[in-house]
Structure formats: C-alpha cells, structure tokens
C-alpha cells in the first residue's frame, strides 16, 4: 500500500504515462472540422488499408471525434463525407506498430473531391509517446552487421547491450528483465531468459530480417496492457502479403581479406555468407494473403589458443613441467557459426475489419567449438581446444490471432502461440577441467548439457469506444515448461588461483616448493554427485485494465493498471538429513532457511498513469509524462536449482575438497588416489563414492553429502519491480524535422542476488595487518560453517536493487531525399549487485551488502547513436549508423580470496561477461576498502557506412548492389581485461604497508609499446561486407 501512496504522490506532482496502444496494430485518431475550424458532427468515415483492401466504415461523434482501432501496420487513405460538404480523402496515411495518428480533417463546402497526399503535405501527429519505430526503409537500407532485427534496437535512445549476456537493457536494467514481442506474443525465452535462441541469438538470425516489417522500442512507461518488464519491450510486426506479388532475394559476403587486422596485430579471419529472401502475395483478392521467407548464414573463423600471461614467466625447474604443458595447448582451430530462420504467414480478413492471422517461425544452429569463447570474431583465447564444444539450438514458434469486429466502437483481439527451444551442447573432453587466471583446460565446466522448454500463451483483449474514451481489457496466460540435463563439474574441476601466475604453475608441477602436485591449501576440487536432472512448470498469468481518454483535442489521459501473478515450482525435498539439518541452523544474519519451499509472487498490483499534452493549437509542440510500476518475471533458470538440489538424488549439486586444515592432494591421497603419478594431461576423474570418502576423511562414506555445496531460492524470493517516472517534451520545428527531451527515473528494487549464508560472523585474522574481515574458510585462519558438513549454501535472494536516472536529447528529420536520427543521453546507474542469473557471488563481504552500492556495470554516463540516409543522383544511396558510450565500471579485483570467504573467480570484460571479480577488492588503508565499480574501462565508438547502388527494370522490379564497412575508421575499441583487472591486495598483510597497484592494472600497452594481448577488442577491426539484392 505505501507504494501505491508513494506512486500517486508523483502523479501529483505531474510525473505522467507514455502512451501505446494495441500490441502489434495501430490506431487512427481524428477530428472532423469545417473551414471555420466548428465541430462536424456523426460525420461518415472509410479506412482503408492500400495493400490488402481491408475495409472499416464508421460514423464520427457529435463533437467531430472518430477512432479506427486495431488496425494492422501499413499504408491507409482515410475517406471523410459529411452532408453540405466536398468529400476529404487523405491518402497515404501511415499506421505504425503501437502508434495512434492524430489526424485533423477539415472540409471544404462544396461537392468537388479534395484529395490531400499526407506523406507529402501533411505533418503525421502521433498520440505523444516515448518511443522509436525502426521502420521498413531504416531496416533494408541501414549496415548491419548480421541482419538480426534486435541490432537495430540500439539506434534507439537509452537502449545498449548488457554486458554479462548480451541482451537488451533498457534504462540501465537487466537484460534478462526486457519484454521482446513479435506480433503481440512473447519472444523471450522463458528458462534463460532473454530473446529466443538464447546466447546464440547474439551472433545468428533467428527470425528471418526479410519477414520484419517494423519494430517499436519502448523504453519506459508502457500500457498496462503488457508486462513481464521492469525497463522497457520491443514490439515486432512481421511482413504479410498483400494485393500485388512483393519480395525480395539477398546474397552477402564477409570475406576474410576484407578486413583489417585487430589491433593485436591479427587477421581477422571469419567469412560469413548470408543469402535468401522472401515474398508475399494474394491467394484471393482483399481475402486471402500470404507470405514467406527464409535466410541461412554460413560462417566460419579460426582461432588460436594463446596464453599471453606466460610470456613474461621466467622459466625455471619449479615450473617447467606445468609451463611446458601450457605451450603445448597452444593450436589454432576453427569455429562455425552456421543457422537457418524461416518465417510463414498466412491472413484471410472478412468484410467489416476482421482478420485471421496464422504464423509459424523456425530456427536452426549450429556452431562447433563455439560453445566457450563467445563470437565469431574473436580470435585469441585462453580456453583450450578441449574447454570447448559445440552448441546448437533449435526454436519453432506457431502463433494465431483473430481479430473480431463487432463494431466499428467494439473489437476483440485475440492471440494464441506456442513456442519451442531445444538446446544441446557437448563436450570436447571427458577430462577434469584445471581453472586459474593464465587460462583454462580440461572439459569445460557446464559441459555437456541439453535443455529445452516451451512457452503456452493465451491473451485476449477487447477494446470499446465510448465518446471520447477507449477502454481495454484484457488478460494473458503463460504455461511454462522445462527439462535440463546439466550440472557443473561433471568430471571435476581444479581451482588453482594461489596467487601470481608463477605460483601457480610451480603448484601445477612437480617438485619445487610446493613438492606434491595440488598440495597448497588454497588449491579447491569440486565435483558433481548428482544425476543433473530438473523437469518443472510454472504459471504466469495477468488481467489489465486501461482507458486513454482523449479529454480534448489537445490533452489525452491515460490509466490503467495491471496485475501478474506467478505460480512457481516446488521443490522435490526428501533428502531429510540434510534438509532437517539446514532447517535447524541459525545462519549468517542470523536467518533460517527451509528447503523444502519457494513462494509464489501473487501480489503484483501495478497502476500506471500518464498525459499527453499539446499547448498549442497547432500540435507542434507536445508535453508527455508518465508514472508507474512495473514487474519482471525471473527466468525458470534461477529457480531450478532449488526444485532437484535437495531431493534423492539430487540434481545439481557438488562436493568440494579440500577438508579444513588439509589440501586437495592429502585428501585424495588418504583414498589411494596419488596425483604426483598422474601428469597434467591424464588427471584422474573422480566417481561420487571416491569424493564422498575422501570429503569424509576416514576412508569410508558415511554421510554421502559431506562438503556438499547447494544452491536455493530463498523463502522471501520475489520478482523485481520498478517505479518508474518520466517527463519529456517534443517539438516540431517543421513538418519534417522534430527535437526533444526526455527525463526518466527507475528505481528497482527486489533484484535477484546470490548470497552464501552458510557463513560465520567475520572476525579479524590477529595476523593480518590489513584488518580485514575473515569468514575463516581459507587455511591456516578457520572458523566452522553454522552448517557442519555443508559447504556453500547460496540462497538466490531478492535483497538488490538499482537506480536510473537520465535525460535524453533527441531530433530526427525526414524528408524526400534526407531521413536522419540523433539521440544523446547523459545518465547515471546505481546498484549493489549485477548479477544476471549466473551463480556466481558478486560482492565482498556477505555482512555488509549495504557498502555494495556504487555505480552499476551498466553506468555508461553518456551514449550516443544516430543513423542519417541520402538518395544521391545515379539511382545511389547512402547510409550510416553511429553508436557510441562511455566505458563502464571496472570493479577492480584484490586477485585472491583474502577475506577468507571461498569465494574467487577471475574477473573478465569478455571472459566472464562483465568485468566484475567475485574475489575481494584492494584495501587503500588497513580496514578501508576500496569501493565497488571504483575503476572506469575505455569507452566504446563505432561508425558503419553502406552505400547502395540501384538498376530499376520493369514496373516495379529492381537490382540493387551494396557494399558496408563495419568500424569505418577502425577505432580500436580496447578494454581492459582478465587479468589486467587485478590491482592487487593494496596493503601487506604482514606490514600494514600500502602495495601499489600491480603494473598491469589497466595496463594498456605492453613496454614496447604495442597493445597487451590480455586485453580484448569490442566488436571488431574495419571489415567490408557486399551483396547483391533483387527487389519485386
């Protein structure tokens, strides 16, 4: 309730709602006027849409008001007659996806026809609204480097690609926290989250660019008549046919002598062909349409394994052996990265505005070796051929929408999908995987796996004119589905970060200090006990409510609300020993934690409301402003742990080594397994008996679950929810040219977090001179677990929560010859957690969550995207596309577990996807740390061009060349990476003293002066990329 008080307290302060309407259609809003500028009363209006025929006939209000409601995206002339008056025909009036254009008829007296072409004369009015519609033209003429349509997303203001997944994030959210529509229904998937085709999607198409027909952005402050979304959605309409044959057929190619090298001094050597086409037509005249297309991308890249850390070892008897290992993985290999998407749509529409739509999309991929080292253009690893494997994803969408016109004030739209994803990946090695920050080898620690799921929707809405009122409502069902076969550590995992890179190689190999292969305490082995199965469903389901209120001509209002609910699964708990002895502890924070249930999220209300305002009467000028709350829905990924982690057998779950006061090597040792006769090639894999003894120490196996680590989804567990605020203003200086300004505010709260809460109280280690805080799970300083015989247990929390504020300049022009789009906003993004759905632990001390807030990954403080187009002489035309930020936080990492914690990964720009380490951060004075996101990485800039050149022949048929340069100018892009994130300790444990920060923290270029190799590129060198297009 109080956030209900706080949300209406901004609309009293006039914080208003962006305004959209019906889903994948459009609306046409009008008022009928005679020459004195009076009210034409019950005046008769057609609507007619110029490629299909389609036909809606309807008689105006007494105030001269008339709306034509759910109408499909596309070309209309607007007939007007009205007695003593010359009939008004408005042609060519564009209906975009989710729009509502503002037409203003005025009649002349007498009986001649008036025919106004709008496209050319006419300034389109749309309802005021915060978004960008990426249309027909913009979609075929612009570069793009892959033809996938969500690429095009980020032309659009506040929208960039999150780090960690590589999704869309509006506003500084979560990518896994966007809505990705097409034609109404979701496009998500609902396990990872994301758009379909998961990770694949970022470097594959999956729907077929040439069935695209538009696209809507929303960013902030949507209807009430979507969800699922604590930031904004895109909204896709696909193609249809229509009264005359239409299509196209493509050929591209990216050869690898186009490009340039990176700035590594490597040749880029990817070729990608992509080639198909579509086309659309009649089976029957103003009846029924159909339409199809298909598209297939062939690529392949090499890539070599190169370890740059160990070029600066010196080579010594001590780390020989595991030094030489290394330089024996280094090989080159090739990736592939192949996929095939089809689109087939079929509508039959029936006299009055009724239409039948059907649509089934397929996708298929393929990519070998590709399953570890992310895109196609990377060209150096440090993962091993046999960290690798090959990933393939298939997807199959069926969707039906019938939409019925009852009446020109009454119409019903109904949609029902069903979609589908099939994701296997396998593995390049049986062998234990050995991780530390030179590199990785040995399989791969997710791998192999298969997943699958389906997404069910339903979702009606009815729509009721009233006056000068529209009212929706309407509901939606999701019926989830999954099965997974995946568990990490299936044949075991060595983690050897025990300090520099030398150390670690001496620790690797035989001899030297550290005698005994794994013998040092810090050295970790984990390995899976489970049989790696979750089979689960979950309910989504949501009623809305909403009416835009047209109050006059120059002031609209909007409201509504929704609400969502959330049936999620249960666990399976019947493993009662370890259940009974988790539900008994007292755990940090002094919590308690019971396995055996996950809440459901049914208390999701969300009002929203907003205005549209026009000063003036000639609509020029528009004030817009929106309030509201908005719900996420959580990927099932994030619940599957809890459903199988504490059931007989369990699903997911590892045992870890080593025992306290003892290593990895005594452990194994004690159960006859000697890892000094095993070489680094050849290290043994371990059965769940073998590890359930050695965890035990006595050689025997009595309690199978000793040092066991589980992940749960905490018992307060609930989605992420979001205020949102926002105020803007747009101009029309001309009938073609538009500027503006938009503010807007989220604060989000409720985000997922991963906490280990089978910790102690810290205490400080009387020896360290740091003065640090130590949870004691680290040798020689121990401190038991609240839990005895359980090692991690993760609950995945709803504790974080995150801050946008920003403002964004806006001006775009169209015209005959000249069409161009600017935007530039300065913001800022605030967190204490930006973990996405991995299980990794992103913070540093688990009692003190609260010195976690800082700047978020995603703070980029300023962002810049444009795109400009201009039809030259010669039948050529010339395109162009720039985006560009500011670099993102960098948390800066102490490079090893110095709190005592467990908890270390390496941190990564590209490796881990985000930059952020999971290990502790530099102290700047004993008990000082310092802060999170402290450090800024180098900003990112990139400039595209395509020139287009056509042969028209025929009526209506034409050949057009083309010819793209990716990264016109070659910017290089460098971010700091790996291993150039860690600055170090920053005070001597044993002396207080302050450490400066390594030499390679945000090292840049290497002594001699080229870049250092540890480093990584965003996005790729100069490359050129030409094709032949046939249009008809």
Known sequence: MRHIVLLFMFIAAAQPLRAQSDANKGQIVGTVYDPLRAFVPNAKVQVRNKATGAVREFTGGPEGQFRAILLDAGSYDVRVDAQGFAQSVYQNVTVNVGSAVNLEVTLQLGAAELEINVADTFLPIELPNPTTTIDLTTIEDLPINGRRFQDFATLTPTVQVDQERGQLSFLGQRGINANVMIDGSDYNNPFFGGIRGGERSNFIVTVPQSSVQEFQAVTAGYSPEYGRSSGGLLNVVTKSGANALHGESFYQIRHKELGKNTPFGIKILETQQQFGGGAGGAIKKDKLFWFGAIERQDAKSPEAVRYTTLDSIALNANNQEAYNYYRSLETGFQKTNNATALTGRADYQISGGSRLTLRYNFSDAAAENAATVGGATETLTTSALNNNGTEKDRTHTGVAQWTQTFSPALVNDLRFSVSQEVRPRTSNSSLPNVTNSIGQFGAQRFLPNTQDDRRTQINDGISF?????????????NYLTTFQDFGFNQFGVFLTNVGTPDQILEVLSLGGPTANRFD???????????????????????????????????????????????????PVANNTAVIDKIKAATLLNATHFDPTTTPDALKQWMPRVGFTYSPE???????????????????????????????????????????????????????????????????????????????????????????ARFVATANNFTNPRSLQTGLGVEHAISNNWVVGAQFNYLNTVHLERNLDENLPQPQINPADAAKRPNFGQVAPFRIPRPIAGVDRLVLRESSARSMYRGVTFEAKYRGRRYQAGFNYTVSGTYSDDDNERSSSLYYQTATDLRSEYSVSRMDARNQIAGYGLVNLPGGITATGSIRARSGFPIDASAGQDLNGDGNYTI???????????????????????????????????DIDLRLLKSFPFGEDKRIEFSAEMFNLFNFDNIVYDRTNLIYGPGINALTGAVVPAFSTFMQLRLPGGQYDPVNNQLGTPFQAQFGLRYFF
């Open 617 to 707: 009467a000639s609509n020029k000028t528009v004030i817009r402003g929106h309030a509201g709350i908005f719900y996420a829905a959580t990927p099932m990924l994030v619940l599957a742990n809890s459903t199988n982690n504490f059931r007989l057998p369990p699903g997911d779950v590892s045992l870890a080594l080593p025992r306290p006061g003892s290593t990895v090597y005594r452990d194994l040792l004690a159960i006859g397994i000697d890892l000094n006769r095993n070489t680094l090639d050849s290290l043994p894999v371990l059965t769940p008996d073998q590890i359930a003894r050695a965890a035990a120490g006595t050689g025997a196996a009595p309690d199978p679950f000793a040092n």
């Open 907 to 941: 941190p990564g720009v590209v490796t881990t996807g985000n930059g952020a380490s999971t290990s502790d951060r530099p102290y700047t004075a004993p008990g000082v740390s310092i802060k999170r996101n402290a450090y800024r990485n180098r900003g990112f800039k």
């Open 520 to 570: 040092d305490p810090r050295v970790q082995y984990q390995l899976q006990i489970g049989n790696r199965l979750a089979d689960f469903h979950m309910h989504q389901i949501a009623f809305y409510a909403q009416d835009s209120w047209r109050i006059t001509n120059r002031f609209s209002l909007n409201y509504g609300f929704r609400w969502e609910g959330q049936k999620n699964p249960q």
């Open 465 to 477: 004119i009233r006056r000068s009122h529209i009212f929706k409502v309407g509901g939606d069902y």
